[in-house]
C-alpha cells in the first residue's frame, strides 16, 4: 500500500507535527484527539515479486507447474521443484500454491489456519441453555453428549483452552439423560401398578 | 509444562463500548512474532495475525462514546432512582431501587474505566481497527507491551532520526520534494506502471 498516513476520522494526511507524540494530539484538520506512533516498518520499500528464469541448459531442473523455467528451491511439503514465480514463501519455509491451499483447508499450515469451530463451546451450550425450558432437554442432551464425544479430539481454540467446557458439557448432559431415564422408569411403572 | 504460544495482550472486549448484549467479541494475544486478533461469535473463531517486522503504525483516536453511555446510564439510573423514590409501594421502590442502583453502578465502571477510545493498527496492504481495544488507558498499556516486541522485529529509531525519515518519506508519498515543489513524475518513467490514457 504505502499511501500516506491519514487520520482515521477525517482521512486528512498526517503530519510530522502529529506522529510519535507521547501525548494525545489533535488532527491539524478535524481536531480529532489522536496518537500516532510510527515505526520503521513504514519506510521499508515494498519489492517487487520475482519472476521466474528461463532454463538456458536443457538438462537443468526446471519448474513442476512452469517446466520452461529453472527451479529454483523444492517444495517443502510434497518436494517438487518450484521456479522463484511458484515459491510462495511463508517465514522461510517454501512451499507450491497447491500446498499452500491444501494445507490452509486442511488446517495443516497452522499459521495459515483463520477460523476454528468450538465444538466444546457448543457441547457445553447444549447442555446449558435448554434448562431454562427443561423439555427441550429430551433432544439437547444426547446431542450435547454426541458433540462432547465425537470432538473430544479436534483442535479447540488456537490459543490455550481446556478441556472443561466438555467435561461440564458431559456431566451436564448425563445427568439431564439420567433424570429422563429415572422419570420414564417410574411413569412406566406407576402406569403398570394401576393397570 | 511446555510453554504456551500466546500471551494475553487484552482481555475479550465486545466490539463497541455499546455492545454490552452482543456475542461478537475480540482479544488480542502476543505471538512469538505476531500479534494474534481473535474475533469470536461464541461457538466459532476467525483469526488476524499481525506480523511485528509488518507493524508499521498504530493509532489511538480518542472518542466521545464513553461520556454518552455514561449519561444514558445516568439518566436511566436517575428515572429508576425517581421512580423509586415517589412510587409509593415498598415492593416497587425495591425494584426500581435495585435497577437504578445497578445501572448506577454501570455508570460507575464506565467513567471509571477512562476515555474511550478506537485503535488502528496499520500494515504494508491494511489499516485494521482493533476491536479490543477501546479505552485510552488500555490501549497505552498495549502500547507499552507492543513496543519492545516491535523494536525487537523491525530495530529502533531515535527520535530525530525517526523524524527526518518520516520527512523524507512523506515526501516521496506526497510527491513533493522536502521544502520545495513537486517534481513532475512521468508515467512513462514507471516501468511497473500500467498502461493508461493520458489526459
Known sequence: MNSPLLCPRCKATLTEAEVNRAELTPCHSCGAPLQVEVYPALFRRVTPGRDGEALVVEDEASCFYHPQKKAVVPCDACGRFLCALCDCELHGEHFCPGCLETGKRKGRIKRLENERTLYDSIALALATFPLLIFYFTVVTAPMALFVAFRYWNAPRSIVHRTKIRLVLAIILASLQVGGWAVAIFFLTTRAGSHG | MA??????????????????????????????????????????????????????????????????????????????????????DPIVAWIFGSLGGLFLLGAIIDLAAGPSCACYLRTAVQVEEVPSLIRVRRARKALERLRPLLAEAQGRLAG??????????????????????????????DPNAPPRVMP
Open chain 2, 3 to 88: 510453554e504456551r504460544e500466546y500471551v494475553r495482550l487484552t482481555h475479550t472486549r465486545s466490539r463497541s463500548v455499546f455492545g454490552i448484549v452482543s456475542t461478537a467479541r475480540s482479544n488480542l494475544w502476543l505471538g512469538i512474532d505476531h500479534v494474534l486478533c481473535i474475533e469470536t461469535t461464541g461457538y466459532t473463531e476467525t483469526y488476524k495475525r499481525f506480523y511485528y517486522r509488518d507493524i508499521q503504525a498504530l493509532i489511538i483516536r480518542k472518542t466521545e462514546s464513553w461520556k454518552i453511555l455514561a449519561a444514558i446510564l445516568g439518566l436511566v439510573a436517575a428515572l429508576f432512582g425517581l421512580i423509586a423514590l415517589f412510587g409509593g
Open chain 2, 160 to 189: 530525530d532520526e525517526l523524524a527526518s525519515r518520516f520527512r523524507e518519506w512523506m515526501a516521496a508519498e506526497t510527491g513533493a520534494a522536502p521544502g520545495g515543489a513537486a517534481a513532475p513524475v512521468m508515467a512513462a518513467e
